[in-house]
């Protein structure tokens, strides 16, 4: 029997159901809220609407729209970038191929920062750097946690520091100067910064052979590969970022989940700060080194 083709227009329940089966037999790991994001996105409503109208047919061009999303996904294009945009801490942030997309881990990194800024007393307006701020998650929410604060953010990437600066405009964030720097390279050289923040590319050369294809071959690789150990920003961030830090000053990185005592390690072999301290994730695994520089009051 030749199969019919569907005459009426199909409804949300058919798609989902079909683009979710579709999805998940093109190796994708959410696959059902893969397809609930982008049809939400194409018919311009939340995905609890989709649920209240389940029944509803769409027109041709909405089907159009949407088997075109599908087709980029199931390609392995994250949703994120799909959509333009992704969702940090209370932020919307508009991401690209050239930034990585934020993750919910580094909201600790956040969380460490601000209380660093929070626990002291400033008599001027603390200077905190971003290294590698991509899409600006990090710069952006510590200037809107704490807005006295005067941030600077850096990239080596041209292309993610104009859209982290078309994200802190779209965020209203003040107070932040982006420049072009590898590392601290093109920073003023005198210590001059009370807080460094970083979550610098650490994945090593093993793990990288791991990644989910959506990851390794989608996001920029720049943002992610931190040489055979995964530990070169750290080499260079242990011995570099004294140097421009005030005597006060405070180094805040978030780390790969077994990399915390490599990076406390390394941080205490360079002889210029103190006892470093490491912070655990929601899942209970390393994630954030905070160390202060050991000639610290
Ligand atoms: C892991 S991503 C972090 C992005 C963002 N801060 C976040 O947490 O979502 C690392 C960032 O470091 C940048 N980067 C890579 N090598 C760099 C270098 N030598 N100097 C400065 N930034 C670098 C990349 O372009 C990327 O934006």
Not at 249 to 257: D, F, H, I, Q, R
Request: glycine fraction near 8%.
């Amino acid at each position: 029997m030749v199969a019919r083709k569907q005459l009426t227009a199909p409804t949300i329940a058919d798609l989902l159901a079909k683009s979710a089966g579709f999805l998940k037999q093109k190796g994708s790991a959410t696959p059902r809220l893969d397809a609930e994001l982008l049809l939400a996105e194409v018919l311009g409503t939340g995905r609890i609407e989709l649920y209240t109208n389940y029944d509803q047919p769409l027109n041709q061009v909405e089907v159009d729209r949407y088997r075109e999303l599908i087709r980029r996904r199931a390609t392995g294009e994250p949703v994120a970038y799909i959509l333009g945009r992704a969702y940090f801490r209370n932020l919307t942030l508009m991401v690209d191929s050239s930034v990585l997309i934020p993750r919910p881990e580094t909201e600790h990194v956040v969380e460490a920062a601000l209380n660093v800024l929070l626990e002291r007393d400033w008599n001027e307006a603390p200077r905190v750097l971003d290294a590698g701020t991509g899409s600006g998650a990090i710069a952006i929410s510590i200037a809107a946690g704490f807005p006295e604060a005067d941030v600077t953010a850096a990239d080596a990437s041209r292309e993610a520091l104009a859209l982290a600066e078309k994200n802190a405009r779209a965020a209203g964030a003040g107070r932040i100067s982006f420049i072009l720097s590898d590392l601290f390279e093109s920073l003023d050289p005198t210590g001059t910064f009370d807080l460094i923040v970083s979550n610098p590319p650490y994945i090593s050369a093993e793990e990288w052979t791991q990644l989910p294809p959506d990851v390794r071959e989608f996001e920029p690789r720049e943002a992610l590969y931190g040489g055979a150990d995964g530990l070169d920003f750290y080499r260079r961030i242990a011995v570099e970022a004294a140097q421009i830090l005030r005597p006060h000053g405070v180094l805040v990185l978030e780390t790969g989940y077994q990399q915390g005592p490599s990076v406390t390690g390394l941080l205490e072999a360079a002889g210029s700060f103190a006892a470093a301290v490491t912070l655990k994730d929601y899942s209970g695994l390393d994630r954030v080194v905070v160390a202060a520089r050991a000639d610290s009051p």
